[in-house]
């Protein structure tokens, strides 16, 4: 079994940064991508950025310049750090793990961004 442990989120005045982090624990065999979700109150769940298991990234738009994801292949742990925050990144941001062929979420982590 597969549990993903994060850390991070918190409370932040606009413009400032946060860095999320987040670690698969249990049978861990391979790991492949690597992404970065969140969701907004009354909002859809929204795929904020990813990075395939050889570094390459991709972000959505309005993250672009701001938000950076990066991995560490020898810790199976994935970062997203958050500068230049805005109040409409406030949600609760959850990672996603691909190990073998399945995937696997972590709980979520708050990020409150005031104005």
């Known amino acids: 079994q597969v549990r993903l442990v994060e850390s991070g989120g918190g409370m932040v005045q606009a413009g400032g940064s946060l860095r999320l982090s987040c670690a698969p624990s249990?049978?861990?065999?391979?790991?492949?991508?690597m992404d970065w979700f969140r969701q907004a109150p009354g909002k859809q769940r929204e795929q904020v950025a990813t990075?395939?298991?050889?570094?390459?990234?991709v972000y959505a738009d309005s993250v672009k310049g701001r938000f950076t994801i990066s991995r560490d292949n020898a810790k199976n742990t994935v970062y997203l750090q958050m500068n230049s925050l805005k109040p409409e990144d406030t949600a609760v941001y959850y990672c996603?793990?691909?190990?073998?062929?399945?995937?696997?979420w972590g709980q979520g982590t708050q990020v409150t961004v005031s104005s």
């Open positions: 996603r793990v691909l190990v073998g062929t399945n995937y696997y």
């Open positions: 990075i395939a298991s050889i570094g390459i990234t």
């Open positions: 249990g049978h861990i065999y391979s790991i492949g991508n």
